[in-house]
């Protein structure tokens, strides 16, 4: 059996993220992908059995990643740019980004509402960015 991503976490350094495989016997395997742009670094070292440069499992699993990081960056330019608010990371980890409308959203709550100030805050969880509307 080929191995499974199973599990695929962003992590608080931008542009990284941590992915999970379930191998065929049952062991499970971590790997780190630094997106660079648009373009992911992917390490030779620590891989397993069945990841190989080119293979579908390699192509799928960028495509997913790159995807994910796509989302996260939200639809930047133009449309603003949302950072942590001081002391926060909810935009680092991911909690906060962008709705494809360009509105600051929880990903668990739907759209923040203005704390003021140009923050944004979700009524639910308390998760918090600044947005920087860029006039
Ligand atoms: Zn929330």
Known sequence: MD????KIEALAEPGCYSLTFALG???????????????PIV?????FEGWTPG???????????R????????????????????????VGIGNVVL????VPTCVGHG???????????CETCGAAARYDRQS
């Open 3 to 6: 191995p499974l991503l199973s």
């Open 25 to 39: 016997t049952g062991e499970h395997r971590e790997l780190v992908i630094r997106m660079r742009g648009d373009e």
């Open 43 to 47: 390490p030779a070292a620590n891989s």
């Open 55 to 65: 293979s579908r499992l390699v192509t799928a699993t960028i495509a997913v990643v």
């Open 67 to 90: 995807a994910l990081h796509q989302a996260r960056q939200g639809t930047g330019g133009s449309a603003g740019r949302l950072v942590d608010v001081e002391g926060g990371w909810d």
């Open 99 to 102: 709705s494809a409308d360009g």
């Open 111 to 121: 759209e923040l509402a203005p704390a003021g100030d140009g923050v944004f805050r």
